[in-house]
């Protein structure tokens, strides 16, 4: 017979007890706790981290790729999209105006772009490092050996985001060519955390394939994983992808899993993505109500905002980065939180 959620299943998540997999699943396709589950989500939230919203300053520093991820837009087969790479100049200059508009963390991602070499990217994060000794840098550059991770954390990285997509083994070969494996993922994620960076991992939720049971194995590899930051979002369709049949994840069962990362991981820098905003115009409100507590506006120079294109409809393409910032910090007050001037480590 199959399980029912109810609020006990919600209340032993919120004591900290590990859910079954049977209740983990049946917590995942129960729509009529939602409104319990993220009152429960975000009392943990303003335990640990109170009413504050950390802000990442991102910037996309390249959108050419060696990979060919079936759902990604800048994959290297989509020969349509028209490709840049930002200098150090460019990237200290979205930093010097990052920092004067508050934030303390900059994030540099990427697509496995071959011409930043480990000397370029090390360059890149020491120059930030010297001339903004109080801001985190955080990398988003993919998958690279244990020794580049080393370089690159030696240069003054302080963190890595590095999401595992999938964490089931056969799913992740019909979202990825041949080339690629979660081997090789999960290896690089554990090797990010044994070299002392504040580790980030995540997946896409509702992209192809997956299913309930495959879920279900993401929340035990983040439980086995231990990341500080969790990043999740809808799968949203790229027009010029193999997967552009596909339908858009679902933004309930997205909120739905935020809630739950927030009471699995009470911990977790979760941020409410850039994804949630773009499938819903108060996505990323919705996040935050459901346990989100960090955001990560686009610092990137208005000129490349296009053509970094994960997937269609982007928002904040258009927008000035001091604009993005006002109209996020509104959005935010609006549903009772701030956003801080911090740099925004996790809390243990
Ligand atoms: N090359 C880096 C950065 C990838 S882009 C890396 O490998 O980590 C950052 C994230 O965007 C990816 O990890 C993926 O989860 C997400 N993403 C890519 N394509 C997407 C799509 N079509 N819909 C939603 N999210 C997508």
Redesign the pocket.
């Known amino acids: 017979m199959e399980i029912k959620a109810t609020k006990a299943t919600v209340d032993a998540l919120l004591k900290n007890k590990n859910l079954s997999d049977e209740e983990l699943i049946a917590l995942l396709k129960t729509d009529t706790l939602d409104e319990y589950l993220f009152a429960c989500a975000d009392k943990i939230r303003r335990l640990n981290y109170g009413n504050e919203v950390y802000i990442r300053g991102l910037i996309e520093i390249s959108n050419y790729?060696k990979n060919n991820?079936y759902?990604?837009?800048i994959r290297a087969g989509n020969a349509k999209l028209s490709r840049y790479r930002l200098s150090k100049e460019d990237v200290l200059s979205c930093c010097r105006e990052g920092y004067r508009l508050g934030f303390r963390t900059f994030v540099l991602?990427?697509?496995?772009d071959m011409f930043f070499t480990d000397d370029i990217v090390c360059d890149i994060v020491s120059s930030i490092k010297s001339e903004f000794p109080d801001c985190a840098v955080t990398l988003?550059?993919?998958?690279k050996s244990f020794e580049s991770y080393v370089k690159y954390r030696n240069a003054g990285a302080d963190r890595y985001?590095?999401?595992h997509?999938t964490a089931d083994n056969e799913h992740y070969g019909k979202l990825h060519p041949e080339t690629m494996s979660l081997e090789n993922r999960k290896e690089c994620l554990f090797n990010l955390k044994k070299i002392g960076y504040q580790t980030g991992s995540?997946?896409?939720v509702g992209s192809p394939y997956q299913t309930y049971e495959t879920l279900l194995e993401d929340l035990r590899f983040l439980q086995s994983l231990k990341p500080d930051m969790i990043g999740i979002?809808?799968?949203?369709?790229?027009q010029d992808t193999p997967f552009n049949k596909f339908e858009n994840g679902s933004l309930a069962l997205t909120l739905r899993l935020v809630a739950i990362l927030r009471l699995m991981f009470p911990y977790a820098l979760i941020p409410s993505t850039t994804?949630l905003g773009t499938i819903n115009p108060n996505g990323r409100e919705m996040g935050l109500k459901a346990g989100a507590n960090v955001v990560m506006p686009n610092l990137s120079p208005t000129s490349v905002r296009k053509l970094y294109s994960?997937?269609d409809h982007k928002i904040c393409t258009g927008d000035e980065a001091a604009q993005c910032i006002v109209c996020l910090a509104s959005r935010v007050e609006s549903v009772g939180y701030r956003i801080v001037t911090d740099v925004g480590n996790v809390k243990k």
């Open positions: 790729c991820c759902y990604c837009g991602q990427g697509g496995e988003s550059l993919g998958e985001l590095l999401r997509e995540g997946f896409m979002g809808p799968y949203l369709t790229h994804a994960l997937y």
